[in-house]
């Protein structure tokens, strides 16, 4: 009975494996909520890593303003607003993670050049890109990892794109099956409740608070 029950569990392994390796399954991780033109299209930051064994484009609509979800992007970090997902499996690897329900005045001045830490042990992110409702873009001071974030209008709404792109240079094939079988759909769960994470706050507040120097949008005519 034990045998039998160690076989079933290396046969469901290799199942899973193998599903998460089939070309539909690793589209539908990598590009969950986002159209097939938002997947493959450039996006400001790209050029950073221009060559990277990994892209993931994952979207989500979101029923504000981009003025009103762009706060909620900023202050995001590794001992700052968080990240908006689950904290307790962040906070297993060290992370710090906290996630906020308000929008932390003190995390609103984000400029590119700053670097925020992330956890105790990984590479700071540097901000790259910092366009406000429109773009934002960090990348690993090791060079290996660029996270950007893009802010689409889509009256009355908000697209909101979140693209990964990382480079392993040289991976063993023990660390491309790691990433396929584990890191990629694992990714899809915790970036899937961060999208929604800032989907419920931001549409918790109709408009940008005017403290924050951001602009309203203009009025559109009925």
């Known amino acids: 009975m034990r045998r039998d029950r160690m076989w079933f569990g290396v046969g469901a392994a290799a199942l899973l494996t193998a599903a998460a390796y089939s070309p539909p399954a690793r589209h539908w991780y990598l590009s969950h909520g986002a159209t097939t033109g938002e997947a493959a299209e450039p996006l400001p ?32 970090g590794s001992g700052r607003a968080g990240a908006y997902t689950y904290d307790w499996i962040e906070n297993l690897f060290g992370l710090d993670m906290h996630s906020s329900d308000v929008i932390l005045p003190q995390f609103q001045d984000l400029a590119a050049g700053d670097e925020l830490p992330l956890g105790s042990g990984g590479p700071a992110m540097r901000v790259e890109i910092c366009d406000p409702a429109r773009t934002l873009a960090l990348r690993s001071v090791d060079g290996a990892w660029l996270w950007s974030f893009h802010l689409r ?32 759909p694992g990714s899809l769960i915790m970036e899937r409740r961060m999208l929604l994470g800032i989907k419920q706050r931001a549409e918790r507040r109709t408009a940008a608070p005017a403290h924050l120097g951001i602009p309203r949008p203009p009025a559109h005519p009925a």
């Open 45 to 76: 930051g790209d050029e950073l890593i221009p060559a990277p064994q990994l892209q993931s484009t994952r979207a989500i609509t979101i029923g504000v303003a981009p003025e009103a979800v762009w706060p909620w992007l900023v202050q995001m």
């Open 153 to 184: 209008d889509r009256h009355p709404g908000t697209r909101l794109l979140s693209r990964n792109r990382i480079r392993v240079p040289d991976p063993t094939w023990a660390r491309r099956l790691v990433d396929r079988a584990v890191m990629e």
